[in-house]
């Protein structure tokens, strides 16, 4: 059985983030979110920031590090904003590898004293299968592939402290973002199911079982790996 532990997740009040928050909080640890406003039925304490301003970012973890001596953290904030490479706007591809990566390194630079201390520490990133390819994505595949070579670098210079780095990378998930750009039952939602060889999208709840494990007291012997949730789709389509 794993013992009780204090994590953060930064992203913390839809889709993936808010799943995982329930998760981990159903399994009895103690959770702390971090999002730009506070819902009324979050599952956890919820401190509130706009993790794309880097001052922001630090005033709340100082904030959190007043009360609480932190185990782990879910590095789950991160935005995209899709354009053809022809398109792409340098502000645009450099917001965008600033949210997704930025708070990340910010957060666990900060934890890592604490961590060292208590020679244990769970980090794990969310990456996106989009890492591996997709149309109209170059600074978001950018920035997630960034985020998978930051989890295997800091996994080797934090194995010594039994300090585990992993990062869970989603594909198509059921979240409230993609249902607003893939409206239920409409061609823009079939066209990525079709893609997958499960054929269907993927849930929430899925995505934070795997974050689960790599936070669990179990997986101390599994560090700088990245899992696929994605219903198959970094390894192809389904042959006829």
Same mark, same amino acid.
Request: glycine fraction near 8%.
């Given at each position: 059985?794993?013992?009780?532990?204090?994590?953060?997740i930064?992203g913390?009040?839809?889709?993936?983030?808010f799943?995982?928050?329930?998760?981990?909080?159903?399994?009895g640890h103690q959770?702390i979110g971090?999002?730009?406003k506070k819902?009324?039925?979050f599952p956890?304490v919820?401190?509130?920031?706009?993790?794309?301003?880097?001052?922001?970012?630090?005033?709340?973890?100082k904030?959190?590090?007043?009360?609480?001596v932190?185990?782990?953290?879910?590095?789950?904030?991160?935005?995209?904003e899709?354009q053809l490479?022809?398109d792409?706007?340098?502000?645009s591809?450099l917001?965008?590898?600033?949210?997704?990566?930025?708070?990340?390194?910010?957060?666990v630079?900060?934890?890592?004293?604490?961590m060292?201390?208590?020679?244990f520490?769970?980090?794990v990133?969310?990456?996106?299968?989009?890492?591996l390819?997709?149309?109209?994505?170059?600074?978001?595949?950018?920035?997630?592939?960034? *985020?998978?070579? *930051?989890t295997?670098?800091?996994?080797?210079? *934090?194995?010594?402290?039994?300090i585990?780095?992993?990062?869970?990378?989603p594909?198509?998930?059921q979240?409230?973002?993609f249902?607003?750009?893939?409206?239920?039952?409409?061609?823009?939602?079939?066209?990525?199911?079709?893609a *997958?060889?499960?054929?269907r999208?993927?849930?929430?709840?899925?995505?934070?079982?795997?974050?689960?494990?790599?936070?669990?007291d179990?997986?101390?012997?599994?560090?700088?790996?990245?899992?696929?949730v994605?219903?198959g789709g970094?390894?192809?389509?389904?042959?006829?």
């Open positions: 059985m794993t013992s009780q532990k204090v994590f953060i930064t913390a009040t839809k889709g993936i983030g799943a995982t928050a329930q998760y981990l909080q159903k399994q959770v971090i999002a730009r819902p009324s039925d956890g919820i401190f509130c920031a706009d993790l794309r301003d880097a001052d922001q970012t630090e005033a709340v973890i904030k959190i590090q007043k009360k609480y932190v185990d782990g953290v879910v590095n789950n904030v991160g935005n995209v899709p490479l022809e792409l706007q340098w502000d591809f917001n965008v590898l600033d949210c997704n990566l930025r708070p990340a390194i910010q957060m630079q900060a934890l890592l004293p604490s060292k201390e208590n020679g520490g769970r980090i990133n969310i990456a996106s299968r989009a890492m390819g997709k149309v109209g994505r170059s600074s978001y595949s950018a920035a997630k592939a960034g *985020l998978v070579a *930051l295997r670098t800091w996994a080797l210079e *934090l194995a010594p402290y039994q585990t780095v992993n990062a869970v990378a594909g198509p998930i979240t409230e973002s249902i607003q750009n893939y409206p239920k039952n409409s061609p823009e939602e079939k066209k990525p199911i079709a *997958l060889p499960l054929k999208l993927g849930l929430p709840e899925e995505v934070a079982h795997a974050i689960g494990f790599f936070l669990d179990r997986a101390g012997f599994v560090t700088g790996q990245t899992l696929f994605d219903g970094s390894i192809g389509t389904v042959v006829i």
